[in-house]
């Protein structure tokens, strides 16, 4: 390296470097420095690196930057890992590192990623033990592009720093620069505080901690007085409190920091009192107020920070203050916007880019003009008339307290900016004014439309989001509203089940959403044992909630039968809708809607699924008009349960045969739902997939309009025809479990902190995994490894010891264990109870889809056994785990049709046949059902098992306490006999 080359590079005198010089085309690092702003202190070169511990000119303070080139052979990638790490030992300083790695973390970090490799696993882990974080890459998921015609594309380049790092330097986010001649594009780490507009009210829930609050609120609640409708009044009060509470926080809460830096001054002068002289009886007394008012002050800066971090699942009182603090900040950083691609345009001025978002949002929630069909032709299901009239009964104040109790305290406010931990602990003082909103919206059927004004929140959907697409709009609704939603939502759930097909799983009671994927896996498992060919299509709706409808919905509503106060009800919750976009934490723009519903409106699920049942009963017309034809599943000779299409929520799968005809009906009738609906099937995210030997999949894909998949894939977040004990499809969930430790850096958790995390969060992020596939050997070992290095941390390379064995770990606290999952016997116990579902629940559609396939033994509380090769069908290994059952399991008697009478465990402790086995070596009839033995007579229950003889004196005794026994059975005869 020379100075010529350095200069070409930087200019001016003040410029210094240090470098380490190529081997060949590759391996060189150079970091240079301006050194007005930073001053040289020490200096490290190694054979991939180059470490500068610098201190800034203009405040002193010092930090390290090491630069990197990683080497491509494994061999010497773990010699660079350990120079990093004895980097990491060097200084104790804030830290960054940047450069090449040439490794990738994650699957998608290459355009042809499949799965994790074990040089993915190593390059997180040493990331995870050097306690660095890893930014978004802004931009584009790529730093390097190559190969033949460029087609291979990798993120090798990246910056990662400590978190005192990010503190020192605020804000700082990395992005891709354009790439003028090198195969890598450059990358750029800028710092710097992020500029934050005015902040909308927020109630602080610490505020609730405060002594006498509830006297204050008593006090401010009943000096506010205002004229007119109880939600007029409502919003007007709401609107006076914010001020008082802006007020009193200023001038008599104070500022959480001085408050106890105060206090800890007191603390202090105490303390250093008693050095010189014992105190009196009076001054211990004031130190020990010092210490209570030390310890309240840090549990309410504890409680603030939670509630903005919204990491709900930790209790505040652990010290994990710190933990809260970095995760709102990473929140408030990962949603933060300073630039956006709107309508394929860059916006980059702050103004320029406000008024694109709302006019953006504008547009998506405006209902374009013209004729939509009607469904007055369709056969939906209704509602009974007492069915409707229970919807609209006057609302009961413990229905609505119910209802807050089941709201989130802690989460994110509306435009009101008032939490439901703030209407739970004041609801004494405020439920005469809430029970007379609801009373008022009962029999008036609207409040003020002030009180449903809407705070639209984007959310990322993927890291490093920088097109207005690639962002979901979630509604923050006020919480008097969220609460009246929460009431009517509560009242809708419980008769969804009578106008919902089957063929939908979301949100109906008693059903499930891995029902559905059972029934997909088994029905792709079935075409292929038949060597049937056959297409799957998966649907994916564009902006499916934004997109619906309100005529279309109310006319679905009246057509299933809910009445017209009801309705009258939904079109004022759903049609006076007013928007502001929340941009970086201040509202913009405030407009109204004309289409759409709200993803954070706990109505808007219910209203989505019954909008979804038109496509369904469409989709069932299609079928008997001989127009689709579905998948028979299960069976032989056709003989199978047919299965045309499943639903959740949005998520849509068809089942067709191998025609081009079949593909130009279904898209009419896609067209035809969207002209009634508004809802769009997007297309370019569709996939056709084909089952089995299809010979033109992509002229049928063409024929729709639709991409070509393939299996395996995905339904719902889980594998779809998939190989049985695949390592593959656990991929994921390893790498979710590291994404996750990589926002939660154990130095910021309590050792308590890090338990909860792992019983609470860690150990159930595979639970829906488990619930439905084998964990295999090897995966559980991986999972439980990241947990025990978790929960006994380290800071460096050297793994600290495990101090008690992990089986020791996973027992309960009444065992001595910490109560943590373990995840075989959790996995054993959820397939388990697939079995014990298939005893209990007749009629569901995914016990249908099973019987034909593998039968069903005597009395039908279990399948057969199931014979021959694995497949991709999930039901062999959950009716292997059922075998756990076997003698385990207790009977309840019902209409006593499924009981066997002397060796089920009906009666008590244990079977007949055990408990009286000389009687039973007598017994006529060994195997006979409870309903054979049992004969109704007049006075009663007449019980008259069956014998091959009379009875010997001796056993006279056996026979009374045998029929002492069962007559002490209670039978339930107007249910059906279950599992218990």
Same mark, same amino acid.
């Given at each position: ?187 750029? %780490? ?47 009060? %709401?609107?006076?409190?914010? #001020? ?73 009182? $652990? ?59 369709l056969s939906l299901r209704r509602l009974a008339s007492c069915e409707a ?17 089941? %709201?989130?305290? $802690? ?55 920088? #097109? ?287 338990l909860t995390l792992i019983r609470s969060t860690l150990s159930s992020m ?195 306490? %045998? ?18």
């Amino acid at each position: 390296m020379s100075m010529g080359i350095v200069r070409s590079l930087g200019v001016g005198r003040f410029l210094e470097w240090r470098a380490i010089n190529s081997r060949g085309a590759a391996g060189g690092v150079l970091v240079f420095w301006d050194n007005r702003l930073v001053e040289l202190l020490e200096v490290e070169e190694g054979m991939f690196t180059v470490s500068c511990r610098f201190k800034n000119c203009e405040d002193g303070l010092r930090w390290v930057f090491t630069g990197v080139y990683g080497p491509v052979n494994s061999r010497d990638r773990e010699v660079f890992w350990e120079e990093l790490g004895s980097i990491k030992g060097l200084w104790s300083d804030p830290w960054c590192v940047g450069g090449d790695f040439n490794a990738i973390r994650y699957p998608e970090e290459r355009s042809r990623g499949r799965g994790l490799s074990t040089s993915m696993r190593r390059f997180t882990e040493v990331v995870e033990d050097l306690e660095l974080r890893d930014y978004p890459l802004q931009g584009g998921p790529f730093t390097w592009r190559g190969g033949l015609n460029n087609q291979s594309q990798s993120r090798l380049d990246r910056f990662l720093v400590t978190d005192d790092w990010d503190r020192l330097f605020n804000g700082a986010v990395q992005g891709v620069l354009a790439r003028p001649v090198s195969d890598h594009f450059p990358i750029l %780490l800028e710092g710097g505080g992020l500029k934050r507009g005015p902040s909308p009210f927020r109630f602080e829930n610490m505020w609730l901690e405060e002594k006498g609050f509830m006297d204050q609120m008593k006090r401010w609640w009943g000096s506010l007085s205002f004229t007119g409708s109880f939600s007029f009044v409502l919003d007007a009060k %709401l609107r006076a409190l914010k #001020d008082i509470l802006k007020s009193w926080n200023k001038e008599v809460f104070g500022l959480i920091d001085s408050k106890k830096r105060e206090a800890l001054r007191q603390v202090e002068h105490w303390d250093e009192v008693e050095k010189h002289s014992p105190l009196s009886l009076e001054d211990c007394e004031a130190r020990k107020e010092a210490q209570e008012a030390y310890k309240s002050w840090v549990l309410r800066e504890e409680i603030s920070w939670r509630q903005k971090s919204r990491e709900l699942w930790l209790k505040e009182g $652990d010290n994990n203050t710190k933990f809260f603090h970095r995760m709102a900040n990473f929140h408030f950083r990962r949603n933060w916007l300073s630039k956006l691609k709107v309508n394929g345009c860059w916006h980059t001025e702050e103004n320029e880019l406000k008024s694109s978002v709302v006019g953006a949002f504008k547009a998506l929630y405006t209902e374009e003009g013209g004729w939509r069909p009607s469904v007055e032709g369709l056969s939906l299901r209704r509602l009974a008339s007492c069915e409707a009239e229970g919807l609209e009964t006057p609302f009961l104040e413990g229905e609505v307290y119910a209802a807050l109790s089941n %709201l989130g305290k $802690d989460k994110a406010p509306g435009p009101d900016g008032f939490t439901m931990a703030f209407w739970l602990f004041c609801w004494d003082v405020v439920k005469m004014e809430i029970m007379g909103f609801f009373k008022e919206f009962h029999e008036r059927g609207r409040f003020v439309k002030s009180l449903n004004a809407t705070f639209l929140v984007l959310v990322p959907k993927k890291g490093g989001a920088e #097109d207005l697409k690639d962002f979901r709009p979630i509604s923050l609704v006020g919480s008097l509203y969220k609460l009246l939603a929460k009431v009517l939502a509560n009242r809708i759930k419980k008769v969804m089940g009578k106008v919902i097909s089957e063929s939908q799983n979301a949100f109906v009671e008693g059903r499930q959403i891995l029902d559905a994927v059972l029934i997909a896996n088994e029905a792709v498992d079935s075409r292929l044992r038949d060597e049937e060919g056959g297409v799957l299509c998966k649907l994916d709706i564009e902006k499916a909630y934004d997109h619906v409808c309100w005529k279309f919905l109310l006319a679905v509503l009246k057509k299933m039968g809910f009445g017209e106060r009801w309705l009258k009800w939904i079109e004022w919750c759903i049609s006076t809708v007013k928007f502001s976009v929340l941009i970086n934490g201040s509202p913009t723009g405030f407009f109204q809607s004309s289409r759409g519903l709200r993803q954070g409106d706990p109505l808007s699920p219910y209203l989505f699924v019954i909008a979804m049942e038109v496509f369904s009963c469409m989709v069932g017309r299609a079928i008997s008009g001989g127009f689709l034809s579905g998948w028979k599943v299960g069976g032989r000779s056709g003989l199978g349960l047919p299965i045309s299409h499943l639903l959740f929520a949005d998520d849509t799968l068809v089942f067709c045969e191998e025609s081009a005809d079949q593909m130009t009906y279904l898209s009419w009738l896609l067209m035809w739902f969207e002209a009634c609906s508004g809802l769009k099937i997007n297309l370019e995210k569709s996939e056709l997939i084909s089952v089995g030997r299809v010979h033109d999949i992509e002229g049928l894909a063409l024929e729709l309009g639709c991409k070509v998949g393939r299996l395996p894939s995905c339904y719902l977040g889980l594998p779809l025809g998939a190989p049985f004990n695949s390592l593959a499809v656990w991929d994921g969930v390893e790498e979710r479990f590291r994404r996750r430790l990589a926002m939660w850096k154990r130095q910021y958790i309590s050792k308590g902190g890090r338990l909860t995390l792992i019983r609470s969060t860690l150990s159930s992020m595979p639970i829906y995994f488990m619930s439905l596939f084998h964990l295999p050997r090897k995966v559980r070992l991986r999972l439980e490894k990241i947990q025990r290095d978790f929960l006994w941390g380290g800071g460096d390379l050297i793994q600290k010891p495990h101090l008690v064995r992990w089986n020791v770990v996973c027992l309960g606290n009444n065992k001595g264990g910490l109560g943590v999952k373990n995840l075989a016997l959790m996995n054993s116990a959820l397939l388990c109870k697939w079995n014990w579902r298939f005893a209990n629940e007749r009629e569901v559609l995914w016990r249908r889809v099973i019987m034909p396939k593998d039968g069903e033994e005597e009395g039908g509380w279990r399948t057969r056994d199931a014979i021959g090769r694995n497949g991709v069908g999930l039901w062999k290994a959950i009716r292997k785990k059922g075998r756990l059952l076997d003698g385990k399991l207790d009977y309840q008697v019902g209409n006593r049709k499924r009981v066997k009478f002397w060796k089920d465990k009906w009666c008590e402790d244990g079977p007949l046949c055990e408990s009286f086995p000389s009687l039973f070596s007598i017994s006529l009839t060994k195997n006979a059902w409870v309903s054979e033995v049992w004969n109704p007579v007049s006075d009663g229950d007449g019980w008259t098992p069956l014998f091959t003889r009379a009875f010997n004196d001796w056993e006279i005794e056996l026979v009374e306490r %045998l029929l002492q026994k069962i007559h002490a059975c209670r039978v339930q005869r107007d249910e059906e006999d279950k599992v218990i």
